[in-house]
């Protein structure tokens, strides 16, 4: 499969190693590894074709058309030819999985014509949605014939855009509409949400709210409000968002770590709390998950 460091023109001053998964008619699919050369933003550039980027691990800040945002292991982005990107690594690296898409294959969806004439979108995916993300990668890694990876691909793809399309809006637009904020203290706001992903982020998962709080310099209610207002998630289910996908990692890994050692590592009270709440968010118990998500490591 075509590798390459650097192959990512957009990101001159952040080695990728873009892996190329597949490549049928239309559409390409890749998981894009970025290390940090240098932590500043990178020089704009252009998007030259319609893209879509799914965090899979790690978070970076990325700038479209002036306007600055967090990118973590939830996020989902829809980019357009002409879009101006630039980005940064302040945490260290990060791994997202690009989709390529030629104009005629969004032409064919049902919901892909409204994207040939509108802006991208920016937001975050939800649990089932990055599960069969996930999925999707485990089969491609697996081997797929050429048909089946055609049809897998168009398959998510329409997937994709049926949850964009639900969400028309993008996250924190109420809190524009309906507090009616100066535009400095929407940024403020944007900025502490921001602040508090980063800890979520790059500390453990045995945080409380108010260790979060002090980490961002406001009080846990002040953060609470504000956080589920930009984003329109509650801390909490997004501590869980992350949490869930940090398990999937791990269990997607070959070694077969116990459960109860999964469930400790990543902050649950114990083993029946873990599966519990994987049974919540993807509908299914972490030793089916590791079933569904385990696949031949090359050597």
């Known amino acids: 499969m075509p590798e390459g460091v650097g192959s990512d023109p957009r990101r001159t001053t952040t080695p990728c190693r873009r892996r190329v998964l597949g490549d049928p008619a239309g559409i390409s699919i890749s998981m894009v590894r970025c290390g940090v050369e240098k932590r500043g933003w990178t020089a704009p550039t252009a998007a030259l074709r319609h893209e879509v980027n799914l965090g899979w691990s790690g978070a ?3 700038r479209i058309n002036g306007r600055t945002t967090f ?6 982005l829809l980019i357009r030819p002409g879009d101006e990107i630039q980005v940064s690594h302040p945490l ?3 791994t997202f999985t690009c989709l390529l898409i030629e104009p005629a294959v969004l032409d064919e969806h049902r919901d892909g014509a409204c994207w040939l004439a509108t802006a991208g979108w920016d937001g975050t995916s939800d649990t089932a949605l990055d599960l069969a993300h996930r999925m ?4 491609f890694r697996r081997g797929l014939d050429p048909f089946e990876m055609a049809e897998r691909l168009h398959d998510f793809l329409g997937r994709v855009l049926d949850f964009v399309n639900a969400r028309a809006e993008s996250p924190g637009a109420d809190l524009r509409r309906v507090v009616n904020q100066r535009p400095a203290t929407a940024a403020a706001h944007r900025r502490l949400a921001d ?4 800890v979520l982020m790059v500390r453990d998962f045995t945080l409380t709210l108010d260790q979060v709080a002090r980490e961002v310099g406001a009080s846990p209610h002040h ?10 998630s509650s801390l909490t289910a997004y501590r869980n968002r992350l949490r869930v996908r940090a398990v999937l990692d ?8 116990p459960l109860r050692a999964v469930a400790a590592e990543h902050g649950f009270a114990d083993q029946a709390h873990l599966t519990r709440v994987l049974r919540e968010h993807v509908g299914h ?3 089916h998950l590791r079933r569904l998500l385990t696949h031949p490591r090359p050597a």
């Open 60 to 62: 970076y800040r990325r």
């Open 92 to 94: 260290g690296r990060d």
């Open 285 to 287: 118990p972490p030793a």
């Open 136 to 139: 999707l990668i485990t089969e």
């Open 250 to 257: 791990t269990l997607a890994e070959a070694d077969g770590r």
């Open 223 to 232: 953060l609470s409000r504000v956080f589920q207002r930009v984003t329109g």
């Open 71 to 76: 990118s973590d292991a939830t996020s989902l």
């Open 195 to 198: 602040r508090a992903r980063e």
